[in-house]
């Protein structure tokens, strides 16, 4: 991984002494709550319901031991002994007391970790696929070309008051686990007629209250121009985007009132002027930045492991597991292992301190002392060998974090909702509950197969729920919380929009409704097809009829 050169260092330490003295002086009555605003937002500090919350920056989700445990120690000594893993491959903090937020900062900017730019209108935390470097369908490893933008982007004088928060993601696999297409810029590996690496570009994707799919800006752009062709979009953004009306300052917006031949019309004629100036990348570039991200010292070894495979006969629950929470490894001997952060009655997304310090020692002791954080709010250890995989299960599963729904129905993303976030109009960490409950019937669920359940507190979309198969999001009328659906939604290649179901349905009628709507995929489906595959074939009548069935 990326590691800190000396003006790294000096840039992360001055930040947190300049956020230290802004927070002295608030606190002394000489800086008005309005004024720290803005300044403690590029520092990744919100004030919700109950407290402030810290987001911390995890570039493209890459993080080592060290720093899992510095998370858990912060998670101990200035909160409540948890953190969030967040859709953004971040972790957030719910309780820190404003005063303590600048020794938190000093804390982790000690293992190479900080909150610049996790809020506020500038280019926020680059995301990419939980399995660069070890997916079977990856062309290249998209980390480099992640820190490469991340280094650009951040502090950019230029992008630092934008209209509206920007962001950017990266996959370098023929599989789309990094959503490009709802990104405010999204990157894809492809190959020209030549053979030659490059990207499609895609602009204007997002959720929010306004769900768009990105649309294509350039069909091959070379490596070497990432970044002056993302400076030119974002020039562009940045001198035509909206700043009179926060809901409609998004690129998106811009991308769809320009419309995509006359923004790229704009972008092409603003990239002229320097395309081959100082932001043009060599293969120097490339190279010196995958130094940072080689290969490990994988050994030689068999493709299975007798042992393993015995114990897969003799314990449903290891067996289950495997099936169910690794995958496939590009080095033969090795899988890759989700970590299921989707206990039930666990908040989606949580890990306690002591979670966290085991899953520093686990990832120390059988995968490099690596750690994932993925878009569905869950951990990866990358490189497991295979005959290790029994140890490492135990060792999970005494942290209980070994639930086999790795893909499920309970695997669901969920944003915090009511129960912390400001802006939220409903709940979801209690629906989250609600729906375990329902589903608590593992074989159940493996038959069931692969649902991406997503499920939001308000429209500003932090849970994905526009893109879930089965999609929920949280209103309010007039006091009272209650629940849209929507089905067919995708993140992936094939990108898609949910399909609105129908009218909202009360909160403790959500469970039983996302039942109705499996059951109708269950009467439905022919081998072998998703939930998703069902509805495309289908349509959403059926599971209209059958979850309002009782209002007829």
Known sequence: MYKYDGVDKAIVSDRVEQFRGQVQRHLAGKLSAADLAPLRLRNGLYMQIHAHMLRVSIPYGLLNSEQMRALAQVSRQYDKGYGHFTTRQNIQFNWPALADVPDILKDLSNVEMHAIQTSGNCIRNISSDHYAGVATDEIIDPRPYCEIIRQWSTLHPEFYWLPRKFKIAVTGATNDRAAVQFHDIGLEVVHNDTQEIGFRVYVGGGLGRTPVIGKVIKEFLPRADILSYCEAILRVYNLHGRRDNKYKARIKILVNAMGIDGFRDEVEAEWAHFKDGELKL????????????????????????ERVQQWRGLDSRFKAWFDNNTEAHIETGYRIVNISLKEHGVAPGDATDAQMDAIADIAEQYSFGEIRVTHEQNLVLADVRYKDLLEVWKALDAQRLATANIGSVNDMICCPGLDFCSLANASSISVAKQINEEFNDFDELYDIGEVKL????????????????????????????WYQLTVGGDASNQAALGTHLGKAIAKDEVGGAVRNILEVYQANRSDDERLLDTFRRVGIEPFKEKVYAEDA
């Open 282 to 305: 060599h293969d120097d570039d490339f190279n010196t930045m995958q130094s940072f991200f080689p290969k490990p010292d994988y050994e030689e070894l068999d493709a299975g492991d």
């Open 454 to 481: 997503k499920m939001s507190g308000c429209m500003n979309a932090c849970g994905h729920h526009h893109v879930g198969h089965i999609g929920i999001l949280g209103v309010d009328k007039k006091g009272e919380e």
